[in-house]
């Protein structure tokens, strides 16, 4: 009978390949995901424009190695550009269409471009694992620049005068992101000594995060340290419970009374204001309540598209000139993310926007539930747990700042969906049946001298 032809090796597409294209694009995305959580550009060598340069080889690399395919076939990918799709659809409706698009062109799409590097170029659960790490160290290496180069004139709250974290709640939002991520290191560390150094390293990012005086990164830290609580044994809990209580004791003693003040006005009416300091975070707090009230106005009054991209300040200074009789308005941000989206994409850009973050909290979930308990999968477990804890500390952030178009989201939901994307077959290579021995190979038969000698031995 005729027998069908074996196909070439080199023709079979085998699980795991991975394209010279994506090798090199996943090789860049390693160091523009350093670069831009570490920020050393925005304190020395700016002018190389690295980063920028980085991003232009990844963006290449996207096309050429169809990562985007891969990217958006995945349900948060759907999300995404859903998400962008209606960011695009506002801009014909914007108060100031040439302010839109500048904000479209300018940060949203190359945020969406690294969402597709980060979900399509991981080809491997190893090379997912190295993306995470390297963002954890990134953020390492930013709290080592916020304490050496940061700045508390004027405010007393710590900053870097130069750079995307001018801002010191942005500044704190990524430390707390980059504690989860060190939590998940101190959980997957089998080392004593690794143990130690990422306990120190949380330790000191959470004392840098009580430096910036953000009143929603406390808030964040209570939820985390609530989820992880939630999570411990009984003995786990006991000793978070005393190890939270010294560490928060120690913290609150050294805090500058300035920023402790500060603090002090979430649980304080303003009739018992102590300073200054105290008075000036009223007055943020008031502010940014009137803020809150505006954006939900503006979500009401245009349900659909919203006042366009970027435009509440500007849709909230004509309010103050034409219905207040102010001279003009804050010009500042909405405080919340979520209002920030629904303002100004409308009602169907905030369902986008909090299905991105819903849907990549719950596969990191499923994932832990899928992996924990079980020893030979282990680090994955301790991965999904320390991006459900990073997503936990974005969706509670966001209620406190307007970051909604910023790479944090992007990023962490890429990480997550490339996550997803390649857990199962390292689950299914661990799990997998160890190959048969292989069999001896048989010696060829010596040069034939007759029938009878060949076969002499068989018979």
Not at 152 to 172: C, F, H, I, Q, V
Not at 364 to 392: V, W
Request: aromatic share 12%; hydrophobic share 50%; glycine share 8%.
């Amino acid at each position: 009978m005729p027998v069908a032809p074996v196909p070439d090796a080199s023709s079979v597409h085998r699980p795991g390949d991975i394209s010279s294209f994506q090798r090199f694009g996943f090789s860049i995305l390693v160091l523009y995901l350093f670069l831009i959580y570490s920020r050393i550009f925005d304190v020395k060598f700016a002018f190389l424009h690295i980063p920028g340069i980085s991003y232009r080889v990844i963006f290449v690399m996207v096309i050429l190695s169809q990562a985007f395919m891969r990217a958006l076939r995945t349900d948060v990918g759907k999300a995404m550009a859903g998400f962008t799709f209606w960011f695009m659809a506002a801009i014909p409706f914007s108060m100031w269409k040439g302010g839109s698009t500048d904000l479209l062109i300018g940060s949203w799409l190359p945020n969406f471009v690294i969402f597709l590097a980060t979900a399509g170029l991981i080809a491997n659960y190893a090379q997912c694992r190295r993306a995470v790490v390297t963002v954890a160290i990134g953020f390492l290496v930013l709290t080592a620049i916020a304490i050496l180069l940061g700045s508390t004139e004027s405010t007393g709250r710590l900053y870097l005068p130069n750079g995307k974290y001018a801002n010191p709640n942005e500044m704190g939002q990524a430390l707390l992101l980059g504690l989860a991520l060190w939590l998940f290191l101190l959980l997957d560390s089998k080392s004593g000594l690794f143990k130690s150094f990422a306990a120190t390293v949380i330790l000191v990012m959470l004392f840098t995060i009580s430096k910036t005086g953000s009143r929603g990164c406390l808030i964040a830290f209570g939820v985390l340290l609530l989820a992880v609580f939630l999570r411990s044994s009984p003995s786990g809990r006991l000793q978070l419970m005393l190890g939270g209580g010294l560490l928060i004791t120690v913290i609150v003693a050294t805090m500058p009374a300035r920023l402790l003040n500060r603090y002090r006005t979430l649980a304080e009416d303003q009739d018992q204001m102590l300073d200054v300091s105290e008075e000036s975070a009223y007055s943020s707090a008031n502010a940014r309540k009137d803020l809150l009230r505006k954006s939900i106005k503006y979500t009401l009054q245009h349900p659909i598209f919203g006042v366009g991209p970027g435009m509440f300040p500007v849709a909230e200074d004509a309010d103050a000139r034409a219905n207040e009789g102010r001279r003009h308005g804050r010009w500042q941000g909405t405080h919340n993310s979520y209002t920030q989206v629904s303002c100004e994409l409308g009602i169907p850009g905030l369902i986008f926007y909090a299905a991105i973050v819903i849907i990549a909290f719950r596969k990191t979930e499923r994932i832990y539930k899928q992996t924990r308990g079980d020893p030979e999968l282990a680090d994955i477990a301790n991965l999904a747990l320390g991006l459900n804890y990073a997503l936990l500390v974005y969706a509670v952030t966001v209620l406190f700042d307007y970051i909604a178009y910023t790479s944090m989201l992007p990023v962490f939901a890429g990480l997550v969906t490339a996550l997803g994307s390649t857990v199962e077959a390292e689950i299914a290579r661990r799990k997998a049946p160890p190959a048969p021995p292989a069999a001896a190979p048989v010696s060829a038969a010596p040069p034939s001298r007759g029938f009878r000698a060949v076969y002499a031995g068989r018979y």
